[in-house]
């Protein structure tokens, strides 16, 4: 059974920074590509950041230079490290696994709100 885990959401003054983890259990972690992705109330899910299996990066044009993706393949984890936040970042942000059409995995959300 796929399960994807984030951690590390919560409630930062604009300017700062947070750190966003997720642990894979039950994929062959190392060949997905995993990424992470927002959704603000109203809004659409949107791509935040990806990395593949082989560390190829890709980010959002609005939060490029800010954000890093990273992945620790012994630990099934990857994580999301967001600086100089600002209230435009507030979101559920989900973890995802994809592989396939048919192997595309994601994790329950965790809460970012950017407020002073």
């Known amino acids: 059974q796929v399960q994807l885990v984030e951690s590390g959401g919560g409630l930062v003054q604009p300017g700062g920074s947070l750190r966003l983890s997720c642990e894979a259990t039950g994929v062959l972690f190392s060949i997905y590509t995993m990424g992470w992705y927002r959704q603000a109330p109203g809004k659409q899910r949107d791509l935040v950041a990806t990395?593949?299996?082989?560390?190829?990066?890709n980010y959002a044009a609005s939060v490029k230079g800010r954000f890093t993706i990273s992945r620790t393949i012994a630990k099934n984890s990857v994580y999301l490290q967001m600086t100089n936040l600002n209230p435009e970042d507030t979101a559920v942000y989900y973890c995802?696994?994809?592989?396939?059409?048919?192997?595309?995995?994601w994790g329950q959300g965790t809460q970012v709100t950017v407020s002073s």
């Open positions: 995802n696994a994809y592989l396939s059409t048919q192997t595309n995995f």
């Open positions: 990395i593949s299996g082989i560390g190829t990066t």
